[in-house]
């Protein structure tokens, strides 16, 4: 017996409400061929394919910051989360080199960063990608985004490479 009153209640696949990162994603691989596996073209394939495995929950409790090697460094805010994301790791580097089409990161580390905690409770602005300009993209990044046929998630891809670069730099 079915009442008039009874509603409906829909559950929601966030992802699927993103097809433009699902497509960068799945793009990931070609990306990294298409590249020649550099250091710049991995690290930044290996921050994207974090931040998508985050989701947006996850993703103002731990953040990608580097590639060293094999292992992807991400930031977190406190020693909860440290415990929780390394009791899961073996599942999340099975889910992120799956992204990635190959298993390029072997290990996870958990750092806390101090400043994370105060960094993620402030309001986010939202901010446009800066607009890449072809002769501030090194010619290995810059072949390997013409893989991407989209023209806006070219532009995408080539803004994170180009950031994830500029920061590398100033770090030192």
Known sequence: MVHENTRKFEIRNPKSEIPFMEQL?????????????????????????????????????????????????????????????????????????????????????????????????????TREAPATAENEVSLELWSAANAIQDKQLRKVFLAAATSNLRRREQQG
């Open 25 to 125: 994603i799945k793009t990931l691989p070609t990306i990294l061929r298409a590249g020649g596996y550099s250091t710049e073209v991995v690290e930044a394939a290996a921050i994207a394919a974090w931040k998508h495995l985050a989701g947006d929950n996850l993703s103002n409790q731990a953040v990608a910051t580097k590639l060293t090697g094999k292992t992807l460094v991400i930031a977190i805010a406190d020693a909860i989360w440290q415990k929780q994301l390394q009791s899961i790791a073996g599942q999340l580097l099975f889910r992120l080199n799956s992204a990635l089409g190959q298993p390029l990161i072997s290990r996870l580390e958990f750092y806390i960063d101090p400043e994370f905690a105060a960094r993620s409770s402030q309001p986010s602005v």
